[in-house]
């Protein structure tokens, strides 16, 4: 059965970042993924290891981009066994939450620069049974979230500027990801230019969650997630 298709208090006993413990794990973005294929596209980036799906979300708004929405959720969730973690880069995200809860996702990140009431989005979210994130832009501090952190489930610091796959790795978010590290035990996600050899960088500084769109799907899936995910194993191993 579907990790994302339990009813709503099921879903609360099954969260996926609050049973991490100190796991790193790897998770495909579906942005660089072949669209006409979606499901088929998870389960070779599985075969390698991934644990969660990352799931771009784009208005053409917030970001000058536009992808999928919850009605591809829904449909990828119920083909696919890994849960799924909705990256919501559009504005006005209280407009869709519901939508995605239905759609059987387990996590739901926003963009705080564009969200106006934080504190009941965040709560919107936890209320549907799914796990809540903050995703920071680059040059976003992360004191912009020291009042969030207590519903806050988890959060990804974005390492390129929301909007497209195959940017590069900014390395000043090296020492962010060190900086939230030291205000908060929630998982940390880490988004963009997720390579084998930026995953290490990222995991030394505190990150569990390795996403990556263009590096898993630029050849095999399976290989080249599982490159990303002992890459970042190794890392963690190193430091513990
Ligand atoms: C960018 C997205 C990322 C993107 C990462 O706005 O949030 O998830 O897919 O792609 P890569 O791994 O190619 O940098
Ligand atoms: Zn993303």
């Known amino acids: 059965m579907a990790f994302a298709r339990h009813s709503t ?15 790193v794990v790897g998770a495909p973005s579906i942005l660089a993924a072949d669209f006409a294929e979606l499901a088929e596209e998870v389960r070779r980036a599985e075969r390698g290891g991934a ?16 992808t999928v929405g919850p009605a591809v959720a829904a449909s990828l969730a119920a083909a696919v066994d890994l849960p799924i973690d909705a990256h919501l880069q559009i504005t006005n995200p209280d407009n869709l939450i519901p939508a995605f809860i239905e759609a059987g996702v387990v996590g739901i990140s926003v963009q705080p620069e564009v969200v106006t009431h934080l504190h009941r989005t965040l709560g919107m979210i936890r209320a549907g049974g799914c796990e809540a994130g903050v995703a920071l832009n680059p040059t976003t501090p992360p004191r912009q979230i020291v009042w969030a952190l ?29 900086q939230l590290k030291e205000m908060t035990d929630v998982p940390i996600e880490v988004d963009g230019g997720i390579t084998s050899e930026t995953a290490p960088l990222v995991v030394e ?14 050849g095999d899936p399976a290989t080249e997630m599982r490159r990303i995910i002992e890459a970042g194993e190794r890392a963690s191993q190193h430091f513990s």
């Open 51 to 66: 644990e969660l799906v990352h799931f771009d979300v784009m208005d053409n708004h917030f970001v000058p981009n536009l």
């Open 205 to 218: 500084a505190g990150a569990q969650v390795l996403i990556a769109g263009s590096a898993v799907f630029k």
């Open 150 to 178: 207590p519903y806050v489930d988890y959060v990804n610091v974005m390492s390129v500027n929301p909007g497209f796959g195959g940017q590069r790795f900014i390395p000043e978010m090296v020492e962010k990801v060190r």
């Open 9 to 23: 208090w099921e879903a609360a006993l099954l969260t996926f970042f609050g049973r991490l413990g100190g796991r």
